[in-house]
């Protein structure tokens, strides 16, 4: 309630909403597989917002479209999931009403974003933790994962960290299970019965997790996301889809966060020379045979320094 009274204001103002569409419209001129209305500033008051009209179909009324193969409802819920992780861990500026009513499809399976009603800006810090918990996630980390919760305030302050370890690798197991929703709510109810018949919990008050005010809003799209996904797939499974996008976007993904991932060149060649010396002096004492071997470490050593 508290998140919503502090929105609600700037969401009934017609000239926030036009900047939070012309912001994301440019983030995203150059992915033709998801398009944007323009919005006609000059004609926008606080009440008043004017802007290109956009045909296509809500999302709720795409079966006849699917049915007649005109669009492949796995294309369509990659892009919208493309999207989203562009949006909230490299721009770090969200459409956070994903609903299917805000969100239509043209004839060419182009995906049309409307309602900038509601749009969060994603500070860099929790953009920061978040990006690590998915990543820590996607490794299956359930250390990490739970230090990722930690930092991301999720945790109740003086909880016993082996308690949250042990919500997290129920969550990773539910998280990279093919479930059904009805499968998972019945998975993490035993686990929250776990705590309880445990005595860790003594209520269903005390659970040692919590969702902060700039988590809500995420929480909720990624409930939307998981729900388009549903639609078409019963055993829908979010984190199996945007594993790969995420690992394919991770080089954007940190350099968004000021973070640099690839090696600088001198490292790399400093390596080289260094196995390359390594290798001489090897040769040297032990003759050829150990040749293979050396240029071997040599080149994974690199490969691996590259890959990092
Ligand atoms: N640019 C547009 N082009 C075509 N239809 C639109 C456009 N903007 C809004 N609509 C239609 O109007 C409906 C309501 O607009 P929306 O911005 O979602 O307002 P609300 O905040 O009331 O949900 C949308 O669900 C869509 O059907
Ligand atoms: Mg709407």
Known sequence: MDEFSRRIGSE????????????IRHNFATMSTVAIPEIVPELTRQRV???????????????????DGHIDPRALVRTVME??????????LFHADPH?????????????????????????????????????????????????????????????????????????GVAFGRTTTQERIAIMTAAHEELLADRVLTTLYDF???????????ARTAALIEGIGVRYDARFNTLEFAAPLA????????????????????????????????????????????VALATGIATRLSSDLWER
């Open 100 to 172: 299917p009513g805000n969100l239509l499809v043209r004839d060419d399976g182009t995906l049309i974003l409307l309602d900038f009603g509601l749009v969060v800006r994603v500070p860099r810090e929790t953009r920061l933790a978040l990006v690590r918990t998915v990543f820590a996630a996607i490794r299956r980390d359930a250390d990490a994962v739970t230090d990722g919760f930690v930092g991301l305030g999720v945790v109740t302050p003086g909880t016993d960290r082996a308690v949250i370890l042990r919500l997290v690798e129920t969550l990773l």
């Open 83 to 92: 999207v989203y992780v562009q949006m909230m861990m490299i721009d770090g």
């Open 12 to 23: 009934m103002d017609f000239r926030q909403e036009a900047v939070f569409a012309a912001e």
């Open 247 to 290: 690992i394919r976007l991770r080089q954007r993904i940190f350099e968004s966060l000021g973070i640099d991932l690839r090696p600088s060149a001198p490292a790399v060649v400093d390596v080289l020379r260094n196995a390359a010396r390594d290798a001489t002096a090897i040769v040297r004492r032990a003759g050829g045979e150990l």
């Open 49 to 67: 917002l004017v802007m290109e009209f956009m045909h296509g179909t809500t999302l709720d009324k795409l079966q006849p479209l699917i049915d």
């Open 208 to 218: 040692p997790v919590m969702l902060p005010p700039d988590l809500v809003y995420f």
